[in-house]
């Protein structure tokens, strides 16, 4: 994948930076520099040795140990200074990049908020974003020691003996080519591959635990493992042709870092067989204190590589979040001028799907009318409610409120116009209070209590143990779906929008609970353009008319009435749902 190899992650931390640029220039500096002191001791390591086996002036030996301690010590606290830079700059770089996130996703269709898309965001916003910061922080540092270590030690043991050091030049140069090899072309689609096997993972052991009620209930076992089971033997596979895929490189690569110490033993008897035993002893002690540190030096070179892997991915997946076309708001809009819905030669297609959702819809609805949208599953109803409040936008054809094209129509204005009570019902994490106020944050507790009380919540609120104020959720305070859409409606009510769509929830367990739910949309509704879609037919009896929906078109509308002397779709799904109905009855 050429874009992938061209992919510039410095600009593109850059410009999260903003200001903090020369923050991070400025800490891979210092960490080079603290790398360069750091080499500086083992020069009087070497004076040391020298001293002793030599037998010279001993008085030195502690001029020579006392400089080592201080520039170690000097070298750790330009380090630490180092990281402080870094660390500054990744948390600013982090926090941009969540902001501009979070900046984008307010921006985008509500329709990419789907329950995948949510899990994908949730995990890019998290982290990603951390795996940035981790990097700038610790690797960007950690990658300037490792540039500038290999290289000041060669200058060091060259300086003392060029024969040696020519010789251990030997494995290291092999060592690298493997390297290379290990990081060369198809590794960043490797580790792209990596990282999809392993949210493919994790997603599937989601699953496999959010189906272990229906497991057990249908007694499977076997089966509904199997997905499980697939994606972890899939992952599994993957992982061992990608570890033997690195096996030959990496050992070696790990036998050539690792053979440099060899290397020197025989190097300095080689090339100490002229000079006295000092030398020897001098040339062998010095370089079995220093080629540990060159192993060292080398592996992380190696790592470092890695870990810059991981971040390409992680941006690329900032960046295709960033790359969602936002819905454009018209700032600058019409307003409505009154409450009537207009659909015009609707047409909609999911992205990636192959066939139209919607197919060239046209209705009318008149202020203050009401509408039902009936059905059978998955003929576009909810798509056809979501498409009026803009959770994407259609593919040819127009809405209009008011007379106005929504996509004319400020965002603001077009959320106070309608209200949406969700066929998924969606509270989220806080009290009953809180849940109902989001629809208007300034309302009093008076407000939410009518609200909640109109919309028939009063069983709900009575049983709960701090009322209003529990916490939904949490210590076991569940709401049954029924009893959540109640909620969701009195959010409506609070929210007073002259229009309302309604997604009814598929099934109520309860009568009791279904009359209620009934109830709260009758209250809801009065003096209001209302678009019903609904699954129990009873329920549309009295609308002004009904659109009946079947594979994304609009086949048949009039009152029941008409359409029950139509003799068509309706007229057979009213006749299943009356037969259902006795038989629930009679059971
Ligand atoms: N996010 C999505 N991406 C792709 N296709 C989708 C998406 N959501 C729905 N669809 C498809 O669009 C079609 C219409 O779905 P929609 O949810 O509007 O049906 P519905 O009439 O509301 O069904 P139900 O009565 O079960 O609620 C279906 O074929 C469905 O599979
Ligand atoms: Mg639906």
């Known amino acids: 994948m050429g874009k992938t190899q ?45 001293i002793a086996v030599n037998n010279e002036d001993t008085a030195q030996i502690s001029h020579y140990a006392w400089q080592a301690v201080i520039l170690t010590i000097a070298s750790l606290l330009i380090y630490i200074g180092a990281l402080f830079c870094t660390h500054i700059a990744a948390f600013r770089v982090q926090a941009n990049m969540r902001s501009a996130l979070m900046r984008r996703i307010i921006t985008l269709p509500l329709g990419v908020f789907d329950e995948d898309g949510t899990g994908m965001i949730r995990r890019i916003v998290n982290d990603s974003t951390a795996a940035t910061e981790t990097f700038i922080a610790h690797q960007l540092p950690d990658k300037a020691v490792a540039a500038i270590t290999p290289i000041g030690l060669w200058v060091l043991i060259f300086a003392f003996n060029w024969k040696i050091g020519l010789m251990c030049m030997i494995p290291a140069v092999i060592g690298f080519a493997c390297m290379m090899c290990m990081m060369g072309k198809g590794m960043q689609e490797k580790m792209k591959e990596y990282q999809n096997a392993l949210d493919t ?26 997905r499980f089971k697939e994606a972890i033997d899939g992952f599994g596979k993957w992982t061992t042709a990608y570890t033997l895929v690195l096996r030959w490189p990496m050992t070696a690569f790990m036998t050539c870092i690792n053979a440099i110490f060899a290397f020197i033993v025989i190097a300095a008897f080689t090339f100490s067989k002229d000079g006295t035993s000092a030398a020897l002893i001098l040339n062998i002690m010095y370089y079995i204190i220093v080629t540990p540190l060159v192993t060292v030096a080398l592996t992380k070179v190696a790592y470092s590589g890695e870990a810059e892997m991981t971040l390409i991915d992680a941006l690329q997946r900032v960046e295709r979040i960033m790359e969602i076309e936002p819905l454009a708001d018209n700032k600058a809009g019409k307003a409505p001028s009154d409450h009537s819905v207009e659909l015009r030669n609707v047409t909609y297609r999911y992205k990636d799907a192959t066939r139209d959702a919607v197919k060239n819809v046209s209705l009318k609805i008149a202020p203050g009318e009401h509408v039902a949208l009936v059905g059978p599953s998955g003929s576009g109803k909810t798509t056809l409610a979501e498409l009026i409040v803009r959770f994407f936008d259609v593919t040819s054809g127009e809405i209009l409120i008011g007379g106005v094209n929504v996509k004319d129509i400020p965002a603001k204005e077009l959320m106070k116009q309608v209200s949406f009570v969700f066929q998924d019902s969606r509270l989220i994490k806080r009290s009953i209070f809180e849940n109902v106020r989001m629809s208007k944050p300034d309302a009093t507790e008076a407000e939410v209590m009518a609200a909640l009380e109109t919309a028939q919540c009063m069983d709900i609120i009575e049983k709960l143990p701090n009322g209003i104020h529990t916490v939904i959720g949490e210590k076991g305070t569940y709401l049954s779906g029924g009893e959540q859409q109640r909620i969701t409606i009195a959010r409506a009510v609070l929210k007073d929008a002259p229009i309302l769509i309604l997604d009814e929830a598929t099934a109520f367990a309860d009568p009791d609970n279904e009359a209620k739910v009934q109830a709260a949309f009758e209250n809801l509704s009065k003096g209001k353009t209302l678009i019903m879609i609904a699954h129990r037919l009873s329920t549309v009896m009295n609308a002004d008319r009904i659109y009946v929906c079947d594979d994304g078109q609009c086949v048949e509308s009039g009152t029941h009435t008409e359409l029950m002397n139509k003799g068509g779709l309706y007229k057979r799904m009213f006749d299943e749902y009356s037969r259902s109905i006795e038989w629930k009855v009679g059971a």
């Open 6 to 50: 061209k992919f510039d992650h410095m600009k593109l931390i850059r410009k999260y930076a903003g200001g903090h640029t020369t923050l991070i220039t400025l800490g891979r500096l210092t960490a080079a520099i603290s790398a360069i002191v750091v080499l500086i001791p083992y020069y009087d390591l070497w004076k040391i040795i020298s």
């Open 201 to 226: 993972m994790s997603s599937e052991a989601t699953e496999y635990v959010r189906g272990i009620p229906v497991v057990k209930t249908f007694g499977q076992t076997v089966h509904s493992f199997k």
